[in-house]
Structures are given as structure tokens and as C-alpha cells.
């Protein structure tokens, strides 16, 4: 009866009133026993520094052997320890009748008393050759939890965290599939990495707690990512008689006095059914003793006013206002689950509840799908579904089988209704406060967006927490859409909207970055030159490489901030555009009479995309490159960085030059893709945008820009090629073979098909008879398309290249005068033009005909290959006539003079260029092509000059001779103009 009794107070430890004992038993035990409790601890404080009733842990002073163990246990007392291991030297049966946990468990009132706290290290975790060090400390099982928070913040120097996730469960990992425990380790992971978490579990090498630490162990192996890694902290509270091994802690820390860390040894097989081993993937432990052994529970009531002290107060419960969000996550769980459950909601927690793991969990879900409402009494379940609880508790809850076995099944059912069903009619009036999460199920919300939409439930995240802002630090944008932004549509009323903005950008959370855009977000007031600065120099600090290049780009090793020009100059040297733009255009094109660091920018995602590529974020450029103005322009410009990037990486960092080349080729696509889509779309405007000056490098187009980055693929595109054509021919409209007979018979030049710019840049198509098939073609193309029209008119330009509005005050009042205007309805009709009307047109002047013929590249690259030809054999006529017995020859005073007029041409090509003369140089050097120039205009000088003027005609003919060899290797450069000898060329190189 008294075993009854006892076993009936412990699992009801939470109501047991405070231990009270006289002082004629307290006298007469000890003086029978001669009780030496020294020092337990790595530390001692002084005993008035008001924490040492924190360690006042009870033991067993009265040996009565146990009845009920068998096998190797036999010789253990009710208290759980054998006899040796009880603290007396000589003590008198009649003392006490029998074996009571209030007079035999007391706490030894000794002034040595030291503390049991110290650290734990576990080796070859897993066949890892990693060492990992714990703390630990035992309190008593009356230690104040309040008091407990100010010690361990005192003591161990801990930093407040920013969430806590008590978790509950039991062994039901059992029942849970490899899927669905990746799922849990997934979501579990997601929730507590997002911000400075702690998770609070039983600290055991088993069950749910085993699959959590070891999601926390992959976490911590995982490589390392553009956004960090937050630091996990796993809180472990248990009994200290039920941890394996903890013997063998009290007796490295109580008989060695020893301060070295104990080595942990974790067995693979339970030796005791009663204790349990330590996970070591646990930072802190924290064990509560209660005097017994094997005698599970005894930090319930402790981990609850835990959890509660640092939900409301945080490390410091003497000072308000630092509260914590804390949420319970029960996976499973036993009978005391439902108790700790019930605990949780009465005081407002938020609370996630598993479906499908069994336990206590699926217990109350189950009673809060069935439930129903009754006035007066509130939600109730009706009688029939009563008796299916109670039968699935059965099945799923693992039962005390020592309580149950000698009862009917009238006696269980009684029992259940005094402990689950009390708990669970309590549970039904606090739904709100509860979610369900389905582990495994397709379509149901993962465990990190569960938690979060709990946690918004709370008290604590409602009074001190911005929902938004938690939702962001989760990157759940689909959770602050359906519970936070549901009724939200104009998000920029929000007061901290820029801040919440610009650190999603940061982080890289596209999802926000899209939400916020489509709640009315707008882009181009929000970047303004000092928000791109503070992210530049946030980029700096959090990524080595581009703090790298902008410490050597500005040759300075200043941790300080970068300004633009300075990011700017940067990406100019990464991109080679050394000249078109100038320091400030190429990074930053403000507008507006504001402050400089409040001017904004004409295209603020051409901006953020240049931005996230030097900060490799590479999902988050394409985003932003989706949505700017210029796309194939960005793309090549950002093709061009991720392959400058990959080419600068230094020996650590080259691991990452395959990311950054397949980066470069993927914008590369993206840029070809555009450009054949608008191609196939309509060929006009297509070349148009291709030969379109961009405002990003003013003075260059999208061809250029491909030049510069070798975009070979862009380059051989139909639309480029096109554009190419149209600038190689310079508006001439006819074959190669008629340029060939303009240039012999120059009279022929009238009847010659050409396109001319007059001076206001308007075209006029000119010739005597027909355009060429070419053209022909292309305007039955557009006849099909938009009617029967040859050209666009400029209003239909601007129109469909989005450069202006649809009319300006000038068109307005142009076609006011006309009937296409409608002054009431203000609606402007667009006339195509009459296909009829370039045979009205005038002809071309013969005088204009020959200006537009040679100043077209293809008449000028024929005049040169034809006068390089000519000097070509005139060169080697003369190397021949040079012999022995005519050292001299007439012929070489006009080589000389046509070398002289070669190296003019040579340095005006290189002083045309605007740019630095350093710039200028090493752009001239690029070329092979400019290098073999300047060695045979060098070579031949020198040969002249050795022959005519030193009388070395041996030398000079020999330089001669080399001369000729380096003059027809330039042929070669002549193929690159022509269609079937341009690709021989490059099978050459």
C-alpha cells in the first residue's frame, strides 16, 4: 500500500508540497551517519552569493531493499541505488519503519556542500574523429527556475536567443518513417536556423530527440552558403538518476576533484532499461535530482517554469520588456505530454501538434476534429466518440503496464477519464492556440511555416514582435501572405516597410522581394545612391571575394566603406569598359533635384542585379535582371561579370570558378534568348534594339558590349547578324560584284539601290528601278503583318519601343488640325502610311550616291584590301630585284613612303580611342593583329636604314625577306570578311 502510495506522488511530482522534516528525525539520522558530501563541481562560489540552494539535491539516507527487481537489480533499494552506493557509514532499522519518500529522501544540510557542474565531452561520435564538448549542471529537484536562468546567464555566459522550440515526444520514432523524418529534420532545421534559436528537448540518445540532434549534426556539416549559418542551440533537461553513465559523472567530478572535462562513453546498447544515454549533439544539459534513480519526470515541473521564465523574460527575469516567443512542438509524446500540453496553452503558448506519429499528439487531434460546440458548457466530444479515444489511446500512447495490468477494463476506463480525458476536455477550449501538422502528407504546410503560424497565435509574439518582421527572419512568405498580409494591399503604409525591404534584399529572400513588390512595393523610390552604397558594403563584409577585388581595385586594405565610384571603377575593370561612360553612369544614372545620397535611379533592378551578382546571389540577380528595363543589355553585362569574377578567384577560392562559368553561360542564354524572340517577333525593331545606344554605357549597344565579353553565341544570332550586315554594306542595297564594278566604272553609281539619311536622320530609299529581292521581301513581310505599309511612322516607333507617351503636346496639336484627333474623347488614331508614298519621293543626288558609297565599310575594306594587295606585290617585286649586284633599288623609296602613311593610320587608330593612355595602349596590344603591324613597320625602317644608311646589305635583305613572310600572314586577316573563308580562318586559329 505504501508503494502505491509513493508511486502515486511521483508521477504527481509537480503537486508535491515542499519536503518536511523535524528535526528529531533529521537529528537522529545523522547521527548514525557519518555523510561527507564534498566537492562535486570544476568551480565553488562563495556560499553567499544566494545560488546555493540551487544545489540542494536530496538522497536516499534509509536502505530498504526492493521486492519488485529482479536479476541484477535485486539488491537495489526503493530509491533506485544499491546499497553501497547510499550515503552512511551505520544506521538503525528502527529509526524508520519503512521506506517513505518524504522522510527518506531529504537534502544533507552541510556547509562544504559544492556544486555538480562542469563540462562533458563525447569522442568518435558516429565513426567522427570530431571532439564535442557540452556544459552541464545538476540542481535539486526544488531549484528555482528563475533563479536557475540568472545563474547559467551568469555562469556560462549565455546570448539571449531570439526563438525557443520546446520539443516533446517520446520513443514513437519508431513508428516514423525514413520520409518523414527527413521532413521533420527538414522543417525543424528551417525553423531554428532562420534566427538565434534554442531547442529545448530530454537530452536523450533516443527517440524524436535522437532524429533532431542528428538533423543539427548535418546542419553543422553542411557547406557554407552566401546567407551563414545561424548557430542551433540544443537545450537537454532530464532526470539526473535516469541518465546513463551519470555515476561515473559524480565520481570524476566528487572523488578525483578533478577540472578536466569527463569523457563520455556512449554505449550502443542500453545497459539499464531505466536510464537513458546523453545525445552529444547537445551544447547545454541540465539535469534535475531528485534522490532516485530510474524514476523518470522529476524535471517537468522545472523544464516548464524554464521555458515559461525565458519565454517572458528572457536571460534576465528580474528586468522586463526582453520576452522571447517560445513555441511547443509535440511529436508523439507520452502520458505526461498531455500535462505539459495543458500547462503550455493556460498560459497562452502556442503549441504544434504532429498527426500521423502517434501519441499524444494525434490523441488531441483527433478529440479536436470531433468536438462540438454546446452552449453554456463550450466544446465537448459527443459520447460515441469518447469511446474511439479512448480505444486510440490505447493503441497509440504507451500506458503505464505496471498501473494497468491487475485493473478491468471498467478500471482503465475510470483511469483514463481521470488522466487523459481530463486533460483532453480541458485542451478543446484552447483550438485557437493549437495547429495541426500533418508529417508526410502532400499538400499540407511544412513544419517551419506550422511553427511559425502557431507562434503567431501567441501572446508573446503578438505583444512584442512585429508578425511581418518574423515572418521575414523565417523566409515564410507564404505564411505573412495568408496570416499576416491577407488584408494588406497597400504595403507601403507600412512605417518599417523600407527596412523590412532592403533586408530581404540582403538575405536574399526573393519571395519577400516578390510579395512586397506585388502589394505595391515601388522599386525606383525605394533605391535611392545610399541605400546601394549600404548594400555594396554590406556585400563587402559578408562576401571574401568581392571584398577582395575592391581592395585591390581601390589599392587600399581599408575595412571601412566603399563609396559607388569606387564600386563603380570596379566594375568597369571587370567588365573592360574603360571608356564610353563615365564613373558615375556606369554604375549609378541619377535623376531628380534631391541630395546626392537621395537621388534615385532611372532603372533600379539593373542596379540590384549588378549588385546581387557581385555578392553572388545568383537566383536573386535573375530576378531582378526579369524585371529591368535594358534585359539583353544587363544580361551580357552580367555574362561578362560571373566570367570576370571566375577568372580572378584565388587559390582557396577557385572552387568556385564552374558555379561562376556556368552563371556567365546561363546569362549568355538568356540574352540569346531575347533577342530571337524579338527577332522572330518583328525584324525591325529587333535591329533596332540590338543598335540601340543603352543608358547604362552611354555611347554603347548590345553588340559592343558581346564584343567585349566574346559572346560568340549572341554575336551569331540572325537578328545580330542582320544588324551586322545593314552596318557592313552602310545602306548600300545591292551585291558585292555591282561594289566591285561602282569602283572600276564610278558613273554606275546612279543606278545603285542604297538607303540615305538626310540631315534630320529621317531614310529615303533611292534608285531608278526596283529595290533589290531584299527588300522586296522584308516589306511583303510587313505588308502580311500590318497591312500595306513600307515604314513605321515615328509616333508608331515610340509607341512600340515604350520610349515616350503615345503623343506628346506637339502631336496632339498636329493632329488636332487633322481628322484622326477627337478633342472630346482625347483618343488618338494612328495612320499606317500609304505604301504608295516612296514613289512620290525624289531622287538621290549623284553627289549624296557617292558620299554614302565610300563611306560604307564594305567599299572602305575593299579600297584597303585592294591597296594592301597592290603594296602586297609591289613589296615582294622589290624584295626580288634586291641582289648582290643591285643592292639598291628605286622601288624601295616607295615602300618606305607607303609604311610611313601605314604607321600614321596605326597611330591614328590608337589616339582615336577615348580613353586613358594606358587603356588605350592595352587595348591596342590586344589584337595580334596590331602586333604583327607594328613588327613589320619596325622591320622595314630597320632594314632601310641598315642598307641605305649603314651599307648592311646583307642584314637588311635578310629583314626584307622576314618582312614579306609576316606581310602575306596578313592576308589571312582579310578572310574574316569573307562568308566561305571566314570560317576556314577560324579552323586556322
Given amino acids: 500500500k505504501m508503494r502505491n502510495n509513493w508511486h502515486n506522488l511521483q508521477t504527481q511530482s509537480h503537486e508535491c508540497v515542499t519536503l518536511q522534516r523535524s528535526s528529531q528525525v533529521t537529528a537522529t539520522v545523522l547521527s548514525h551517519c557519518s555523510l561527507e558530501v564534498t566537492g562535486m563541481s570544476l568551480g565553488q562560489r562563495g556560499p553567499g552569493d544566494g545560488y546555493d540552494r540551487l544545489f540542494e539535491r536530496p538522497v536516499c539516507i534509509f536502505y530498504e531493499h526492493d521486492p519488485t527487481r529482479k536479476g541484477s537489480d535485486k539488491e537495489r533499494c526503493r ?19 519503512y521506506w517513505d519518500p518524504l522522510s527518506c529522501l531529504i537534502v544533507p544540510a552541510l556547509p562544504n556542500r559544492k556544486r555538480l557542474e562542469g563540462k562533458i565531452k563525447f569522442n568518435n561520435v558516429d565513426g567522427d574523429s570530431d571532439t564535442r564538448l557540452s556544459r552541464f549542471i545538476t540542481l535539486g529537484n526544488e531549484a528555482d527556475a528563475s533563479l536557475a536562468i540568472e545563474y ?62 542528428d538533423a543539427v549534426r548535418q546542419a553543422e556539416t553542411r557547406q557554407w552558403s552566401n546567407q551563414g549559418a545561424s548557430t542551433v542551440t540544443m537545450v537537454g533537461i532530464n532526470t539526473w538518476g535516469c541518465i546513463d553513465g551519470h555515476e561515473a559523472i559524480d565520481q570524476h567530478f566528487y572523488s578525483s576533484q578533478s577540472h578536466e572535462p569527463h569523457e563520455y562513453r556512449l554505449r550502443q546498447r542500453k545497459v539499464d532499461a531505466s536510464t537513458c544515454p546523453l545525445n552529444p549533439n547537445h551544447s547545454y544539459f541540465i539535469f534535475i535530482d531528485n534522490g532516485m534513480k530510474g524514476e523518470p519526470r522529476a524535471e517537468t515541473q522545472f523544464r516548464q517554469q524554464f521555458e515559461a521564465g525565458l519565454s517572458h523574460h528572457g536571460l534576465k527575469p528580474s528586468e522586463k520588456g526582453n520576452a522571447i516567443p517560445l513555441v511547443q512542438v509535440v511529436l508523439g509524446g507520452s502520458l505526461y505530454a498531455f500535462q505539459s500540453v495543458a500547462k503550455s496553452v493556460e498560459k497562452g503558448v502556442p503549441v504544434v501538434l504532429a498527426d500521423g506519429v502517434g501519441g499524444a499528439s494525434e490523441i488531441i487531434l483527433f478529440a479536436l476534429k470531433f468536438a462540438i460546440l454546446r452552449e453554456g458548457t463550450g466544446k465537448i466530444l459527443p459520447a460515441e466518440k469518447i469511446t474511439a479515444l479512448k480505444k486510440l489511446t490505447r493503441q497509440v500512447v504507451c500506458l503505464p503496464i505496471n498501473q494497468i495490468e491487475s485493473m478491468t477494463e471498467t478500471q482503465i476506463d475510470d483511469w483514463l477519464d481521470n488522466t487523459v480525458m481530463k486533460y483532453v476536455n480541458f485542451l478543446l477550449n484552447f483550438e485557437h492556440l493549437m495547429t495541426d501538422y500533418k508529417v508526410g502528407k502532400s499538400g499540407s504546410q511544412e513544419l517551419d511555416a506550422a511553427i511559425l503560424h502557431a507562434l503567431l497565435k501567441g501572446d508573446v509574439a503578438r505583444k512584442y514582435y512585429d508578425p511581418l518582421d518574423l515572418a521575414l527572419a523565417w523566409d515564410r512568405a507564404d505564411v505573412a501572405a495568408r496570416d499576416v498580409l491577407a488584408d494588406e494591399m497597400h504595403l507601403p503604409q507600412r512605417n518599417n516597410i523600407n527596412k523590412m525591404m532592403l533586408k530581404a534584399i540582403m538575405e536574399g529572400k526573393i519571395e519577400f522581394v516578390k510579395l512586397f513588390m506585388e502589394r505595391g512595393f515601388f522599386m525606383q523610390e525605394f533605391l535611392i545612391e545610399k541605400r546601394l552604397e549600404l548594400l555594396y558594403n554590406y556585400a563587402a563584409h559578408t562576401n571574401g571575394v568581392l571584398s577582395y577585388l575592391l581592395k585591390k581595385s581601390t589599392k587600399e586594405s581599408t575595412t571601412g566603406s566603399y563609396s559607388l565610384k569606387q564600386v563603380s571603377r570596379l566594375i568597369q575593370q571587370l567588365t573592360q569598359m574603360r571608356h564610353g561612360a563615365s564613373n558615375d553612369n556606369s554604375v549609378v544614372k541619377s535623376r531628380g533635384p534631391l541630395a546626392d545620397q537621395l537621388r534615385t535611379f532611372d532603372d533600379p533592378f539593373a542596379k540590384l542585379c549588378f549588385w546581387a551578382i557581385l555578392a553572388n546571389k545568383m537566383e536573386l540577380s535573375l530576378f531582378f535582371w526579369s524585371r529591368s528595363k535594358e534585359s539583353i543589355m544587363v544580361a551580357l553585362i552580367a555574362s561578362q561579370l560571373w566570367k570576370a569574377l571566375a577568372e580572378r578567384l584565388w587559390p582557396g577560392e577557385d572552387v568556385l570558378q564552374p558555379e561562376f562559368e556556368e552563371n556567365a553561360e546561363a546569362y549568355h542564354e538568356r540574352a540569346v534568348g531575347v533577342v530571337d524572340v524579338c527577332y522572330r517577333t518583328d525584324h525591325d525593331l529587333a535591329r533596332n534594339l540590338v543598335n540601340q545606344s543603352s543608358t547604362i554605357w552611354p555611347g554603347r549597344n548590345r553588340m559592343d558590349v558581346a564584343l567585349l565579353g566574346n559572346c560568340k553565341t549572341f554575336l551569331a544570332t540572325a537578328c545580330v547578324q542582320a544588324v551586322v550586315d545593314s552596318d557592313w554594306k552602310g545602306g548600300l542595297r545591292c551585291s558585292f560584284l555591282k561594289i566591285l564594278l561602282c569602283l572600276v566604272w564610278p558613273p554606275a553609281l546612279r543606278n545603285l539601290s542604297m538607303v540615305v539619311e538626310d540631315d ?28 500595306s505599309h513600307a515604314k513605321l511612322s515615328d509616333e508608331q516607333q515610340n509607341l512600340l519601343e515604350s520610349r515616350d507617351e503615345p503623343y506628346s503636346n506637339e502631336s496632339k496639336s498636329q493632329y488636332e488640325n487633322g481628322t484622326n484627333y477627337d478633342p472630346k474623347k482625347k483618343k488618338l488614331t494612328f495612320r499606317l502610311p500609304d505604301p504608295k508614298g516612296d514613289q512620290h519621293k525624289s531622287k538621290i543626288s549623284f553627289w549624296r550616291r557617292v558620299k554614302t558609297f565610300y563611306r560604307a565599310p564594305v567599299t572602305k575594306f575593299t579600297t584597303h584590301s585592294m591597296a594592301y594587295l597592290a603594296f602586297l606585290f609591289l613589296y615582294s617585286f622589290m624584295v626580288l630585284q634586291l641582289t648582290n649586284e643591285n643592292p639598291e633599288h628605286h622601288l624601295e623609296i616607295y615602300v618606305i613612303i607607303i609604311a610611313f602613311a601605314y604607321i600614321l593610320e596605326e597611330i591614328r587608330q590608337l589616339v582615336a580611342e577615348d580613353a586613358k593612355w594606358l587603356d588605350k595602349l592595352a587595348g591596342y596590344l590586344d589584337s595580334e593583329w596590331n602586333i604583327i603591324d607594328i613588327s613589320y613597320l619596325s622591320m622595314v625602317f630597320l632594314a632601310f636604314i641598315l642598307g641605305r644608311g649603314f651599307g648592311l646589305y646583307e642584314p637588311s635583305r635578310i629583314l626584307y625577306g622576314l618582312v614579306t613572310l609576316l606581310l602575306w600572314m596578313r592576308v589571312i586577316r582579310l578572310y574574316q570578311a569573307v562568308d566561305r573563308l571566314g570560317p576556314l580562318w577560324i579552323m586556322m586559329r
Fill in 760 to 787: 534630320k536622320g529621317k531614310q529615303e530609299k533611292g534608285s531608278n528601278h526596283s529595290l533589290s529581292s531584299a527588300s522586296k521581301s522584308k516589306s511583303s513581310r510587313r505588308d502580311s503583318k500590318y497591312g
Fill in 152 to 213: 547559467l546567464a551568469e555562469s556560462w555566459g549565455l546570448r539571449t536567443p531570439k526563438l525557443i522550440v520546446s520539443i516533446l515526444g517520446g520513443q514513437e520514432s519508431s513508428r516514423i518513417d525514413p520520409m518523414q523524418k527527413e521532413r521533420i529534420k527538414d522543417g525543424i532545421l528551417k525553423a531554428v536556423s532562420t534566427t538565434e534559436s534554442w531547442m529545448v528537448t530530454d537530452g536523450g540518445q533516443q527517440g524524436i530527440t535522437k532524429v533532431l540532434g
Fill in 79 to 97: 530509491c533506485g541505488y544499491t546499497k553501497a552506493e547510499h550515503l552512511y557509514t551505520k544506521f538503525k532499522s528502527q529509526t524508520i519503519a
